[in-house]
């Protein structure tokens, strides 16, 4: 998905959060914003958003000398998620679904994004863990989840946030875990989880974690290592976390499924679909496959 | 008040609104960010929101070839206003403190904002009216600005946007109509009112209205009209209305009843209060003048 005239301002504003993250510095900030509009304003309009956002942090960590600006707002959200685990675990076992409700609860975990929003309260995602429990959900979806997972060999799971990486691995409880490969990024990046936080999640101890190389905020696959690469070709059926990944991989032809929460007008005007929304949505590849075969038949 | 470094990503978003309002024309909205980054990467940050604004927005006009690019948003507020400008008045006059009543609804119209909000819905207007009319307010700053406009013989009404002077007619209409002027903007920006809007409101029917002479949304006096700093200067009471004449007047030693909703956190930071808040609240000059007379006796 290339990016909208819209994320620029946006840009500007997450470029002033991560120099405040980074240094108390005002003259820092004030450079890092001259800098990031002198190079917004020679912006490829051609590229997807992570690819700005990875140009951008670039920048920033260069600027304040600071190589991981969101650190202890990371820390601050793992511990708070390791906080809500055991119950909403137990919520998850006690459900008549439990595959639904770690879905759900995954969705909500989304929120946890320091790119779309400069602050998070602590009760604002125990309320959206609370609506997502509840809102109107497409069932449909979770059974075609539910069926593609099985069919699988290779799963690759692309994780999204920090914090939110725990919630992540409720739903990567209910997977068949021996056939998942958990996915974070390779190196800082706004509040996206790493491989430390993938260790403070405790998923080491579950299923396989690789990292991607990267620090795109999402998957831009000519950016990532040579390892990673092979896995993704490899991997028979992708589930990608959070806007980022849905940006950088919506036209990709692979078999992926998107799992996010809609947080920002422009991912509501590409999904079609109001701001807050729960997504839990197939790529094209899906449905040409099943053209395919219907084709054939 | 200095612009915040946060108002930067907020007036890049406020460009491409106002490139949309003004063409359809992808290019130009391109070439419009392309030129609003580089103006901003290149800030005086001594400057007030407003003045930057007044410099984008005639940047925007020139490129645009638009002279007006809000005129269809501004004919749809004040219509709108109008159509439930009646039964307000009834509600004022039947209500037990008219003067608040008016205030508070006053208040309600300033959130016909589209330099804040990239769009506003109708039922939206309809709520916050809704809201305002029961929300805590402070009955003691109702009193003293009563007490202020009885006390003075000339008061000089900056009116804010057009749909909103509908409901600024609503306070007028409380006052002593004899001894106020309202003024509006010399010429268009963003969706202040000008004169074109206080006669589709009908307040020339009822009281003096002259304009600023200016296109700052807000008022910098030194880009008003001599004629306008004149009757700034001979008011003994001013009555700003919204945010835009609060970022330009705050600083300004001269006896003033701030009247707006708080609708961006640089403003609530100002104010030291949350967003959502109805302001009614006195310069300075005020308490100086306090403590002077203290001071003497």
Do not use: W
Not at 218 to 224: D, K, Q, S
């Amino acid at each position: 998905m290339r990016i909208y005239l819209d994320c620029i301002g946006c840009f500007v504003r997450q470029a002033l959060d991560a120099a405040r993250h980074a240094t108390d510095d005002e003259q820092i900030h004030k450079e890092v914003l001259r800098r990031v509009l002198r190079m917004a304003g020679e912006l490829d309009l051609s590229l997807s958003p992570p690819a700005i956002g990875q140009q951008i942090h670039r920048l920033i960590r260069e600027l304040t000398g600071n190589d991981d600006p969101y650190r202890q707002a990371k820390c601050r959200f793992n511990n708070l998620a390791l906080r809500l685990y055991p119950d909403l675990r137990k919520r998850i076992i006690s459900s008549s679904s439990p595959l639904e409700t770690a879905i759900r609860l995954a969705i909500a975990g989304n929120i946890i994004d320091l790119g779309v929003k400069t602050s998070i309260l602590e009760n604002e995602i125990e309320g959206v863990i609370r609506d997502c429990l509840t809102a109107d959900f497409d069932s449909l979806a979770v059974k075609a989840f539910g069926d593609a997972v099985s069919k699988a060999e290779r799963v690759l799971y692309l994780a999204d946030n920090a914090g939110e990486i725990v919630l992540d691995r409720l739903l990567i409880e209910q997977l068949p875990v021996e056939k998942v490969t958990v996915a974070v990024k390779g190196s800082p990046v706004i509040n996206d989880a790493t491989m430390e936080d993938a260790l403070l999640a405790g998923l080491p101890r579950i299923v396989e974690v690789i990292d991607n190389g990267s620090d795109a905020p999402g998957t831009i696959l000519e950016t990532c290592s040579e390892t990673f690469r092979g896995r993704f070709e490899d991997a028979d059926l992708i589930v990608a976390k959070g806007q980022g990944n849905y940006e950088t991989l919506s036209d990709v032809d692979k078999k992926i499924f998107f799992i996010l929460k809609v947080k920002c007008p422009v991912i509501a005007r590409e999904l079609g679909c109001e701001i807050g929304r729960m997504i839990l949505q197939k790529s094209r590849a899906f449905s040409d496959i099943g053209e395919l075969v219907k084709e054939a038949e």
